[in-house]
């Protein structure tokens, strides 16, 4: 246990505060859901308490999980139980540094990387390393499951530091981060980074939704 608790997260753990966020979906559809947490992060933002804030899906720690099997384009299809598979993650602008994740090269996500444009995607080191080690990663290319689909590619815009998700005995595992107008879901988590408390930041989120 108290190995475990040395080992770093890759994540500020100190003053953050989390609010997870659930829409019906009998009501938003997924452009509507979209619309919804691009307005909630823009109030959050412009607020004193949580302008250090950002969406995010899954939360680190929080139970729940998502993860794909992936592609380098350009290298042979590997065989049906050799697939290479990464954690999935859904986030908005700014959720690398409201957690104090280290961006290592390239650039953060904006909610102009639309589901309707380019699909372009952060990874961690992990999946950099091993998908091109001693390259430089930026604009190289994957895709989801195990094949060169034009239509499934996804451009790398830039590298993270690694951090753990679920488990801190663990090594990091490769990661993928999407934009979340780009790998939208009806709930989210609201993390922030403030001294203001978490009755403050409870307030605050409740009010900005």
Not at 48 to 75: C, E, I, K, M
Not at 93 to 107: D, E, N, S
Request: proline share 8%; hydrophobic share 45%.
């Amino acid at each position: 246990f108290a190995r475990l608790r040395a080992v770093d997260p890759g994540f500020v753990v100190k003053s953050v505060v989390l609010v997870g966020v659930s829409l019906p979906q009998t009501r938003y559809n997924t452009p509507a859901q979209v619309r919804f947490f691009e307005q909630l992060h823009e109030r959050l933002t412009a607020n004193t308490v949580t302008q250090r804030a950002a969406l995010v899906f899954p939360t680190p720690f929080g139970g729940a999980n998502a993860a794909g099997g992936y592609h380098v384009v350009g290298t042979p299809p590997r065989a049906r139980g050799d697939r290479t598979v990464a954690q999935l993650s859904s986030v908005s602008p700014g959720y690398f540094q409201t957690m104090g994740i280290p961006l290592l090269k390239g650039r953060d996500l904006t909610f102009a990387d639309r589901g309707d444009g380019p699909s372009n995607v952060v990874v961690n080191r992990t999946l950099a390393d091993r998908a091109w080690p001693g390259q430089d990663p930026i604009g190289k290319l994957l895709s989801m499951g195990n094949s060169d689909d034009p239509n499934a590619r996804l451009t790398v815009v830039g590298v993270v530091a690694d951090s753990r998700r679920a488990d801190l005995a663990a090594a990091p595992e490769p990661a993928i981060y999407f934009s979340l107008t780009q790998f939208t879901l009806p709930f989210m988590g609201v993390v922030v980074r403030t001294e203001a408390g978490e009755s403050a930041v409870a307030d605050a989120v409740r009010a900005a939704v």
